[in-house]
Every structure is written in structure tokens, then in C-alpha cells.
């Protein structure tokens, strides 16, 4: 099967044990890039996105998008590929004003969208592959966009990160129940920073961001990046040859 798609079987699943226990998690008071508290920035490496269109890739549950939208005022919109995920966050956060969620790959969303002024992904980016997805967000954001990844750098095994560009087998921790196997992209630093220089992005910090136990060996990469400018087509000021002319 490959690595997508067992990547969505994975977070499907993972939504409907999640509906099934009737969890929501609650709105956050300030985003939170890693999966505990106390680490890195808030929203505010996002820039003013007062009235911004902001994309969140792979939106989960919501609650990150909700916050943005009440907190900031940004008029955000939540792609989600998973359909229990997705159920997630409209059961509870479809009436939240500045807010839309769309289910689908977020690279065919922004196939056909308009351009949004930024976006971010917490903790999603890795289960979809680099050379599908950032050429899309590049095409999907206009010039100068800022894009904030937060990526798993070392696991709980303390695996560190990969050196080339594929997908190897991580899992979903879920308190109670099975493991749910995915395949992650989870790339050194200097690897997503070079995919994202070819893609058309600048990158312009890299901050690992460690537990705060100190025992515990997992780190997240915390990379923020803009959309650089189209470079203008050049037009030759050199007359047409006679062969040309009409």
C-alpha cells in the first residue's frame, strides 16, 4: 500500500476511536507546536493575520484553527484528509465564525483555490510526500507567504532523522488502544530545508524544540519559511529577425 494511503487508514482510524470516546479537545489559549506545553513560540511567528486567509494543513480536530480565528482574527481554513477527522471538527466547530473545514488532499484543495496569506502545519506535514505537497503549497500561497512546519526531528525511541528523502515506519500513540502504524517523511533539518529552497521558499530559522523532561528523547523541528517572489519573465529587447516577422 503506499505511504499515503496507509497514512489516512491510519488517522481514520485514529478519528473514530476518538469519536467513539466523544473527545474534543479544547480550544488552546496559544498554539502550540509540539505535543506538550511549554515549547517554542506562539502564533505570532504567523505575522499579523488579522483578516488573513490562513490554510492549516491537516487540521484535525480544529481547535488550533478556532483559536486563530477568535485569538488573531484570521479567517482560517482547515484541510483534512482523514473523513473521521474531518467529523471531528465540524460536529463541533461548524458554526465558529471566521472558520471553514474542507475534506480532501490539501494538494487538490489548493489545486483549485485562491491564494492564502499564510499557512502552517502542526505536526502533519511529514505524513505526505515533500515533492507532492510543497510544490502545491508554493503554487497555493501568494508571494511572500510566510509557512511555519512543525516536524518530528527524534522520536520516542529516540531514532534521529533521516539523511535522504523517504518515508520510513513511525507510529500513532494512542492511550488504550493498539499503535496505529504510518510511514513519515522524517527528514534532517538541512534535508527540508534544501526541498524547500527548491520549491520556491526561503527558509529563514530552524529551532529544535526538546522536551521538557529531560530524559525524554523526543524533539520537534520548528521551521519557518516564506513563498518567495515569482521571478519576472524576461522579454528580449532584440528586434525579430526577418524570418519572424508578420
Known amino acids: 500500500m503506499p505511504s499515503e494511503d496507509i497514512n489516512t487508514q491510519a488517522w481514520t482510524v485514529y478519528g473514530k476511536r ?3 470516546r466523544a ?3 479544547p480550544v488552546p489559549d496559544h498554539i502550540c507546536w509540539t505535543p506538550w506545553e511549554g515549547a517554542g513560540p506562539g502564533a505570532e511567528v504567523l505575522g499579523d493575520v488579522t483578516g488573513r486567509r ?8 480544529g481547535h488550533h484553527a478556532v483559536h486563530l480565528a477568535q485569538a488573531h482574527g484570521a479567517r482560517v481554513t482547515g484541510v483534512e484528509l482523514s473523513p473521521t477527522q474531518h467529523e471531528r471538527a465540524v460536529s463541533t466547530h461548524a458554526a465558529v465564525s471566521g472558520v471553514e ?16 496569506d499564510a499557512a502552517y502545519a502542526i505536526g502533519t506535514l511529514a505524513f505526505i510526500d515533500p515533492h507532492r505537497v510543497l510544490p502545491a ?18 522520536d520516542v525511541d529516540g531514532r534521529e532523522p533521516s539523511p535522504e528523502v523517504a518515508p520510513r515506519e513511525q507510529t500513532i500513540l494512542l492511550r488504550d488502544d493498539p ?9 534532517a533539518p538541512q534535508l527540508w530545508c534544501d526541498l524547500l529552497t527548491e520549491y520556491g521558499f526561503r527558509v529563514e530559522s530552524v529551532d529544535l524544540l526538546h522536551h ?5 528523547p523526543i524533539v520537534q523541528q520548528l521551521i519557518r519559511a516564506r513563498r518567495l517572489p515569482d521571478r519576472p519573465v524576461r522579454v528580449s529587447s532584440r528586434p525579430l529577425s526577418a524570418d519572424t516577422r508578420q
Open 137 to 154: 503549497l508554493h503554487d497555493g500561497l501568494r508571494p511572500g507567504a510566510p509557512l511555519i512546519l512543525s516536524l518530528l526531528h527524534t
Open 18 to 20: 476518538q469519536l467513539a
Open 54 to 61: 490562513v490554510l492549516d494543513i491537516g487540521s484535525g480536530a
Open 101 to 116: 473545514f474542507a475534506h480532501g488532499d490539501v494538494a487538490d484543495y489548493l489545486a483549485e483555490a485562491r491564494p492564502f
Open 212 to 216: 521538557p523532561d529531560e530524559g525524554a
Open 179 to 187: 499503535p496505529l502504524p504510518t510511514q513519515m517523511w522524517v527528514l
Open 23 to 25: 473527545y474534543t479537545p
